[in-house]
């Protein structure tokens, strides 16, 4: 189901047939992808489907079993200084010393990366502004609200300019208008030549975002593409999800361009072409099955339904 190959792509960050596992568990399955320089690449999965492995092996907090990952050209394992000189990460837990300023945080991570303190003092108001938090500089992080503390935990990531950005859910619990300063940031990221490396719970920010993802599930990767070439996968079906009583009958519906993609005893969703003229039908069917249908939405052709289409869950699960 894989949409494009991964060597369609030069690569500033290169990952070929990584293997991850913990005795006879295997966390990721032979994952293979390329994202270049200017592009923001989504990594979308349920949770549990290796994303956040993939991110450490990448970040070399983990050692892949197998298979090899280049950063900038250089090897992560091999490598490893070199790669991490090119890497910033924005991880999903907050990397901020709460009792340290603004100022005092960007001048940690800042040597921690080994920019002079020539370079590090220029640097640090100009990303302070970008992340809105110029006026904040000398207060402890703190007294920072948590879409504060998302924006900083960003800054941190980018104040040595990296060529390779991972972004682990950097939007996760953050008001709105911290959210749509951090997508700026994303897109300023690419624009200035970054490869972005973006996992989100957010489907709406990965359609709006990512110029190629990677959907993820067990491990393993199942479908890669442009937004266009991973929709082109639904033959222009429709979401249909419905709220009500669904019992194990109705999984087994029998109707023309009628695929059932979730069943619970509450919900059902379902892939279907012409969805709104087809509800009458799908109702009456539902019923004769022993079920009962009390709300209905349609949704059109989206990365969403394409996303439960291949792993059966919604993003959030």
């Known amino acids: 189901m894989i949409a494009a190959c991964y060597t369609d792509y030069p690569g500033m960050l290169e990952i070929e047939e990584l293997r ?34 993939t991110i450490h092996c990448i970040g070399g907090l983990l050692t892949p079993t197998s298979g090899h ?16 000189a090119s890497l910033g ?13 603004a100022k005092e945080n960007l001048e940690f991570w800042g040597v921690a990366q080994g920019l002079a303190s020539s370079d590090l003092r220029a640097r640090i108001p100009e990303v302070l502004e970008q992340v809105g938090l110029l006026d904040r500089a000398k207060d402890p992080v703190k007294n920072f609200s948590g879409g504060m503390k998302r924006r900083m935990n960003f800054a941190c990531g980018i104040v040595h ?15 709105p208008q911290s959210r749509v300063r951090i997508l700026e940031l994303v897109r300023a990221q690419a624009r200035e030549g970054a490869c972005v490396l973006y996992t989100t719970h957010y489907m ?11 959907i993820v599930d067990h491990g393993r990767l199942i479908a890669q593409g442009t937004l266009g070439e991973l929709r ?4 222009e079906k429709d979401l249909v999800r419905l709220a009500g009583s669904f019992p194990a009958a109705v999984a087994a ?36 099955a022993g079920g009962e249908v009390r709300g209905a939405t349609v949704t059109q052709p989206s990365l969403e339904s394409l996303f439960i289409k291949l792993t059966g869950k919604e993003l959030r699960e």
């Open 204 to 214: 709406e920010e990965a359609e709006a975002l990512c110029d190629r993802l990677a």
């Open 69 to 84: 990952i280049r950063v900038n050209g250089h090897d992560v394992v091999r490598e490893g200084a070199k790669a991490r």
């Open 161 to 175: 300019r990296p060529k390779v950005l991972l972004l682990d859910e950097p939007t996760a619990g953050v008001d």
């Open 20 to 53: 991850k596992s913990y005795g006879d568990f295997t966390a990721v399955h032979s994952v293979s992808l390329r994202a270049g320089g200017g592009e923001v690449f989504g990594l979308l999965g349920p949770n549990g489907a290796g994303k956040t492995t």
């Open 89 to 101: 990460v924005a991880p999903q837990e907050i990397a901020l010393y709460e009792e340290l300023s």
């Open 253 to 288: 519906l029998r109707l023309a361009d009628i695929e059932v993609l979730q069943h619970a005893e509450d919900a059902l969703s379902l892939s279907v072409t012409q969805a709104a003229m087809r509800l009458p039908e799908i109702f009456g069917a539902i019923a004769a």
């Open 232 to 235: 082109a996968m639904l033959a």
